[in-house]
């Protein structure tokens, strides 16, 4: 399957919503009380997506289109959200989260809008990542360790309605990425 990669729209929101409830439901099966997972609801994160995708840069939602238009994942982006996320030396940004729809697990899907947004933060100037994951969700743990990202003994305790669930911390440093793209006012030469 191919997947092309683009940033994510204001008429992407309702498919944003359903792939993070579905997602969640799946995954986190087993890791996060069923109870949460099962009240979870698309039309409750419509107002939440419609402000994503509309931040400005460094902020990104990334997702990966099928040939005939249909969303198989997302990943969200942004600079780092808490102060002891940050690197002692390195600008930092976040992946906060990789999502996939069930039905196109393993179909790369994933691996391409990861790739997507951490290129962009890597134009936008950061240099070291972090992102947190639930502590027992060793599929999503495998993808990001895969993918070149190191458990760094961070933990806390993410609040999953009344319940704290544990998360641990993975970090990874971001290349330096080059201009793919003429410098301004460059023009091609005419062959002929």
């Given amino acids: ?13 309702g498919e944003l919503a359903r792939i993070n409830c579905e997602s969640w439901q799946h995954s986190a099966r087993g890791v996060v009380p069923d109870v949460l997972l ?13 402000r994503w995708v509309r931040l400005p840069d460094p902020d990104g939602v990334f997702v990966a289109e099928d040939e005939a238009g249909r969303l198989g994942s997302y990943c969200t982006v942004a600079e780092a959200r808490d102060d002891d996320d940050i690197h002692a030396d390195l600008r930092t940004g976040e992946l906060i989260g990789v999502h996939a729809d069930p039905l196109h697990m393993g179909t ?5 809008v990861h790739d997507a947004a951490l290129d962009h933060l890597a134009e936008q100037g950061f240099r070291y990542a972090v ?48 201009r793919n793209r003429p410098p301004s006012g460059f023009r091609f030469p005419a062959f002929g």
């Fill in 1 to 13: 399957m191919t997947w092309t990669v683009r940033r994510a729209g204001p008429g992407d929101v």
């Fill in 108 to 112: 790369g899907a994933g691996r391409a």
């Fill in 131 to 178: 992102l947190w994951v639930l502590k027992d969700d060793w599929t999503t743990r495998s993808f990001y360790a895969h993918h070149g990202w190191r458990h760094d003994g961070a933990t806390k305790d993410h609040a999953a309605g009344d319940q704290r669930v544990p998360v641990v911390r993975y970090g990874r440093f971001l290349n330096a990425r080059k």
């Fill in 38 to 50: 099962d009240r979870m609801l698309p039309e409750s994160y419509l107002n939440g997506w419609r």
